[in-house]
């Protein structure tokens, strides 16, 4: 079982892009949500996660003040903004189930789900 990660494309450094998080077939309600990437060359890393409820999220220092994470669980949906964009965040980007709090998120999709194919940002003139 995978969730789909869409929305990326080419960007302007200091532009702005927003990626989205999907189940087809399974609900994202049930989960706290990480957003992850990985760029050529380097190990995944995690940026962002949020709680069921919206009421809490984590990010990683990389991303704190440019990326907002949200859900809307009406639309079984879970989105990351990212303001300020630079070439350094050229990645495929990544959403999956994963444990969240304060102080950090999980690395390890759980309860069986695996890593779908994510979507390519690029940030470049």
């Known amino acids: 079982v995978q969730l789909q990660a869409s929305g990326g494309g080419l960007v302007q450094p200091g532009g702005s892009l927003t990626v989205s998080c999907t189940a087809s077939g399974s609900t994202l309600n049930y989960y706290a949500i990480g957003w992850f990437r990985q760029a050529p060359g380097k190990e995944r890393e995690g940026l962002s996660c949020?709680?069921?409820?919206?009421?809490?999220?984590y990010y990683a220092d990389s991303v704190k003040g440019r990326f907002t994470i949200t859900r809307n669980n009406a639309e079984n949906a879970v989105y990351l903004r990212m303001n300020s964009l630079k070439p350094e965040d050229t990645a495929v980007y990544y959403c999956?189930?994963?444990?969240?709090?304060?102080?950090?998120?999980?690395?390890?999709?759980?309860?069986?789900?695996?890593w779908g194919q994510g979507t390519l940002v690029t940030v470049s003139s």
């Open positions: 949020i709680n069921r409820a919206s009421g809490m999220t």
């Open positions: 999956a189930p994963v444990p969240c709090d304060v102080q950090g998120m999980g690395h390890t999709p759980r309860d069986g789900y695996s």
